[in-house]
């Protein structure tokens, strides 16, 4: 009953949408909201870092496929200046709180209960993701998971961070 009450949340918020309302070169949203442990965080506060913004939820099979790779990059690239920012899409914390126990990660979590952060960036279908320059420019965005897309966003993170890679 649960998963069916969180797509029709989804469907309510996302379903009408076009694919995507913000395109690279815009400006991302601003946002602000609690993680898990009820702390706030905002976008403007990543400001001059990279910033791979997921949207997704625990019901995903494909997003919770993408948080073991999304952890990596987090870990390779935190100390270049660079975070995974990742916005759970479910009606409660506990639910997200509860999933992480048995699934930690390293980056932020954020939960978006109202839809407000959703509504701003407009996508269909998850997992959805933001690729945010340093300036707050969106740069890359990308539509649900391939783990052979990873290659293209790592080299995109590292263009970002100017970092060079070797073969």
């Not at 494909?62 to 995974?84: H, I, M």
């Not at 279908?125 to 783990?147: E, M, N, Q, T, V």
Request: with cysteine; glycine share 6%; net charge positive.
């Amino acid at each position: 009953m649960k998963t069916l009450i969180a797509i029709l949340f989804i469907t309510a918020i996302v379903a009408p949408l076009p694919a995507f309302a913000v395109n690279a070169g815009d400006a991302a949203p601003g946002f602000s909201l609690k993680d898990v442990n009820g702390n706030t965080l905002t976008l403007k506060s990543l400001k001059g870092k990279v910033v791979f913004l997921t949207f997704w939820a625990t019901w995903c099979p494909s997003c919770k496929e993408e948080l073991p790779d999304l952890n990596n990059l987090q870990q390779k690239y935190a100390d270049k200046g660079f975070t995974v920012l990742s916005i759970c899409i479910e009606s409660s914390e506990t639910v997200v709180a509860t999933y992480l126990k048995k699934h930690p990660v390293t980056f932020p979590v954020l939960v978006d209960k109202e839809g407000t952060a959703a509504e701003a960036f407009r996508f269909s279908g998850l997992p959805a993701s933001f690729l945010i320059g340093k300036d707050g420019l969106i740069r890359y965005k990308h539509s649900g998971y391939d783990k052979g897309s990873f290659t293209l966003i790592e080299q995109e993170i590292a263009d970002l961070l100017k970092i060079r890679k070797s073969n």
